[in-house]
Every structure is written in structure tokens, then in C-alpha cells.
């Protein structure tokens, strides 16, 4: 119940995504989540914000996230904090996958793309 | 702004915890800190609790979690999910520090003693 297994990400409908839910409601959790993704190289999440913080820890790889037409560079040993609703696309530049750990305020977790339109995620939130 | 080290954990006056934020506040989070710490072989927090839910990802060492009177195991590839208000002590139990991320859903973090006392915490949170 308070002990759980770090499950590796597995293919998802996203190209180049692969994802595991590490934490949320089914956890006992309403204030966070945690999610395992691996970004193959060349891929990208569709751009997009949340209605709460997110952070983000990179453990693998090299990314860029797009902030209002600014890039910024990070790779393994660093984090990206990313206040809510600020809106964002991270990209994997590397020659292998980037290896994150995402950390959202909320469960579940609604994402939006730039036009409000609510993404249909393909994963438990 | 958005992109931050993954500064490794430096000594505090609690015996056998160090500890690095490498999140909150000062990152422009109202809603999320991350901690790294690294607990000595045999240290353990005080009992305590907090008004929010937290996550611990543990990435090395072996560790204990004493809540309501049992102990869950856990060590490197587990997480705990510790719903707000839980009462619960870690003890590092293995011949290596326990090493995790403490994930907790507000900035700055209030943590409670048993008998309801804030802990005035050696850190920034």
C-alpha cells in the first residue's frame, strides 16, 4: 500500500513515448503524481500546459524545453521547474533516449493544448 | 529560470541526513518541493508528518518506513506514497546511505512532530 515498485516505461500511442505511471490516485495520492517517460531521439511532446506545477528530473539524455519561442537547454543532472499553466514542449535532442521523471501538483492531472482543447492522455493520471 | 543542477546533498545538523533542495520557492513552485537526501547507514528522520501528500523515490540503499506501528521495507526501484497527515518515520537500515528524492506537494513545507510541534527545519523549503 505505501511501497511501490519504479515500473519501466512502456510504448504508448504517443510517437516516441513511452510512459509509466509511478503515482496517483490509485496510490492514495490527490495532490501528486509522478510519471516515468523515456523520449526517443528526435521526438517531442505535443506543445502543452497544466492547471498545476510541474518539475521535472532528467536522468538520461540531452532536451530542450520551448517557453514562449525561448529554448533552454538542460540534459541528465538537472531539473526543469515549470509554474502552472505556463505554457511548454520538451524535445529530445540527444543520440539516445531522454530519461525523465515528471512531478505534477495534482491527481488527475488535465492537460491542455495551446487552444484549450483537453489532451485525451493514454495512461492512468 | 527553468532549468536547475541536481546539486547532491551537503551535511545538516540532523544526525546522519544531508540534504539539497532542488526545488521550491526560489524556483517559482507554489504547489511543489523536491529534496534530495542521503541517510547514513542506522539514521533515521524523527517521526513526523506533514499537512500534504508526499512521494519518495528511492534510488539507493535499503530503508524502512514505521507507520502506525508496522515497517514496510522498501530500497533502490521502489517508491513510497505517504498521503498528507500520515504519521511516519524512515530509517536507513542497510551498510550504504539510503539515498531518495522526497517529493511534496506545497512550498514552503510545514512538518509536524507527533505531538504536533513544528519542526524548525535546517533547510529552505
Known sequence: MYVHEQTN????????????????????????????????????????????????????????????GAVHAFEARSNLTLPRNVLHQIFSVGDRALEIVGILAASPVDVFLPDGQKIDLPWRT
Open 9 to 68: 516505461p512502456a510504448v504508448t500511442p504517443m510517437p516516441g513515448l513511452s510512459h509509466s505511471t509511478w503515482a496517483g490516485q490509485d496510490e492514495g495520492m490527490s495532490q501528486l503524481s509522478v510519471w516515468r517517460q523515456s523520449i526517443g531521439p528526435g521526438a517531442a511532446t505535443p506543445p502543452h500546459r497544466h492547471d498545476c506545477d510541474e518539475i521535472i528530473i532528467c536522468s538520461g539524455g540531452k532536451g530542450e524545453v520551448h517557453i514562449a
